[in-house]
T-cell receptor, first 113, second 114 residues
Framework: ETGVTQTPRHLVMGMTNKKSLKCEQHLGHNAMYWYKQSAKKPLELMFVYNFKEQTENNSVPSRFSPECPNSSHLFLHLHTLQPEDSALYLC????????????FGPGTRLTVL | AQTVTQSQPEMSVQEAETVTLSCTYDTSESDYYLFWYKQPPSRQMILVIRQEAYKQQNATENRFSVNFQKAAKSFSLKISDSQLGDAAMYFCAYKRGGSEKLVFGKGTKLTVNP
């Protein structure tokens, strides 16, 4: 596989469930990102990891817990979510250059019941 | 804080015609980058074109070009000879130099009519 992949592509969960989203990049990049895309709102950056270290947490509620075991993999652990957390969650990766072009995955469509 | 505004929620264009999508941004920085991303219905976001703020020349990528007006803080995207495959959401984005954060606009949905 090439590029940035995300699994699952669709996820439906109850508010008491625990689930995880997975992102994998095959581009040799060093930085990885989680974004939340809600209808009629700009993409919201959630977390940034650089060389496996978290460098940005954009005031995300603790019910979202990221994990970056290596530069190729990024997880988003979910627990006790709210219906307003339903959205498309996008993963991206990049090489930390001056312009920092980010390559996106196809996203996970999350529905919280 | 930096903001990006796309004032056109939706636009449409006839196949083979030209369309321009608007974007304005607000920043007090001098070192920054601007981007246009395309998100087709399959949802994988791809970079269309980028512009370095220090470059006066407008960026061009095949049928895609930008009109970068630094003083006006305007960064519009022109799509020439529109094709059906150009139909997508288009997002304008800003990045401060040295930062990893992209700030996105709300997007413009482009429809291409055959």
């Amino acid at each position: 596989e090439t590029g940035v992949t995300q699994t699952p592509r669709h996820l439906v969960m109850g508010m008491t469930n625990k689930k995880s989203l997975k992102c994998e990049q095959h581009l040799g990049h060093n930085a990885m990102y989680w974004y939340k895309q809600s209808a009629k709102k700009p993409l919201e950056l959630m977390f940034v990891y650089n060389f496996k270290e978290q460098t940005e947490n954009n005031s995300v509620p603790s019910r979202f817990s990221p994990e970056c075991p290596n530069s190729s993999h990024l997880f988003l652990h979910l627990h006790t979510l709210q219906p307003e957390d339903s959205a498309l969650y996008l993963c991206a990766s990049s090489i930390p250059t001056s312009y920092n072009e980010q390559f996106f995955g196809p996203g996970t469509r999350l529905t919280v019941l | 804080a930096q903001t990006v505004t796309q004032s056109q929620p939706e636009m449409s264009v006839q196949e083979a015609e030209t369309v321009t999508l608007s974007c304005t941004y607000d920043t007090s920085e001098s070192d920054y980058y601007l981007f246009w991303y395309k998100q087709p219905p399959s949802r994988q976001m791809i970079l269309v074109i980028r512009q370095e703020a220090y470059k006066q020349q407008n960026a061009t990528e095949n049928r895609f070009s930008v009109n970068f007006q630094k003083a006006a803080k305007s960064f519009s995207l022109k799509i020439s000879d529109s094709q059906l495959g150009d139909a997508a959401m288009y997002f304008c984005a800003y990045k401060r130099g040295g930062s990893e954060k992209l700030v996105f606009g709300k997007g413009t949905k482009l429809t291409v009519n055959p």
